[in-house]
């Protein structure tokens, strides 16, 4: 149980591109997600946390324009990285948990701005 | 500001060894307590959780949390080289939305 899907594994694109990226509960009906940003031998940073039918919570420092967030069920969160330039190039991850219950992670999506 | 703290290791253990994790924690109404794996390149996976003051055993892998002393532990009995990557503390303080606060994680090397 506890299935987490993220698309697409991999995004190469020009810069200014917007950037989509889907996270679904595949098993289990998400109360929240959430979406990290990991850089290279880095930790993981967390950026946004999503209830179903509000508005996300964005860490400290994280441009909400920039990165979109849309949780329209309870199985589905978006993540949209729009005018993407070189500079957000990372591993983007989502995780989602259900009242009570750790959080469990996608398999990530990795962001490369030419 | 609540922080989690790991060393960053390397640590090094022969294949079969123990291998012998810490997490402190300075938020003392932290609650809920994890240890996440993360292969290189890999995102993390959810090998423990713990609750409650005392030891928690799953297969090769004990977890142990003392409150009171703000401290968490990862025990992996029989280490295997399969068990090479970076281990993430991560904490729970509540609320409503169960964020955590991950450690910086440490790199786990079992060499054959």
């Known amino acids: 149980g506890a299935v987490v899907s993220q698309h697409p594994s991999w995004v190469i694109c020009k810069s200014g591109t917007s950037v989509k990226i889907e996270c679904r509960s595949l098993d289990f009906q998400a109360t929240t997600m959430f979406w990290y940003r990991q850089f290279p031998k880095q930790s993981l940073m967390l950026m946004a946390t999503s209830n179903e039918g509000s508005k996300a919570t964005y860490e400290q420092g994280v441009e909400k324009d920039k990165f979109l967030i849309n949780h329209a069920s309870l199985t589905l969160s978006t993540l949209t990285v729009t005018s993407a330039h070189p500079e957000d190039s990372s591993f983007y991850i989502c995780?989602?948990?259900?009242?009570?219950?750790?959080?469990?992670f996608g398999d990530g999506t990795r962001l490369s701005i030419l | 500001q609540k922080e989690v703290e790991q060393n960053s290791g390397p640590l090094s253990v022969p294949e079969g060894a123990i291998a012998s994790l810490n997490c402190t924690y300075s938020?003392?109404?932290?609650?809920?307590f994890f240890w996440y794996r993360q292969y290189s390149g890999k995102s993390p996976e959810l090998i423990m959780s713990?609750?409650?003051?005392g030891d928690k055993e799953d297969g090769r892998f004990t977890a142990q949390l003392n409150k009171a002393s703000q401290y968490v532990s990862l025990l992996i009995r029989d280490s295997q080289p399969s068990d090479s990557a970076t281990y993430l503390c991560?904490?729970?303080?509540?609320?409503?939305?169960?964020?955590?606060?991950f450690g910086k994680g440490t790199l786990l090397t079992v060499n054959p």
């Open positions: 938020d003392r109404v932290s609650q809920s």
């Open positions: 713990i609750y409650s003051n």
């Open positions: 991560a904490v729970n303080s509540g609320g409503s939305n169960y964020k955590l606060t």
């Open positions: 995780s989602a948990s259900r009242q009570g219950q750790p959080q469990h």
